[in-house]
């Protein structure tokens, strides 16, 4: 099975994975999304309140890319 474009993760694993390229939101967001950009670079792409609600957003994200 191929890996998901889009996933969602926390506010450690968003900077884990982009470094200094990230801009997670102050004192906000539970989740995020992160997937390619239009040139195929992983960036952060959505911030949610919950990480459950970035998981819907991704699986949307997913669905409307396949």
């Known amino acids: 099975m191929n890996k998901p474009k889009y996933e969602a993760v ?4 968003l900077r884990q994975r982009l470094g200094g ?3 997670p939101t102050r004192g906000g967001g539970g989740g995020y999304v ?8 992983l960036c952060h792409c959505a911030t949610c309140f919950t990480l459950g609600e970035a998981r819907r957003l991704a699986e949307e ?3 409307r890319t396949t």
């Open 61 to 63: 994200y997913n669905r």
């Open 34 to 41: 992160i997937g390619p950009d239009v040139n195929g670079r």
């Open 21 to 23: 390229q990230c801009s």
């Open 10 to 13: 926390d506010v450690v694993e």
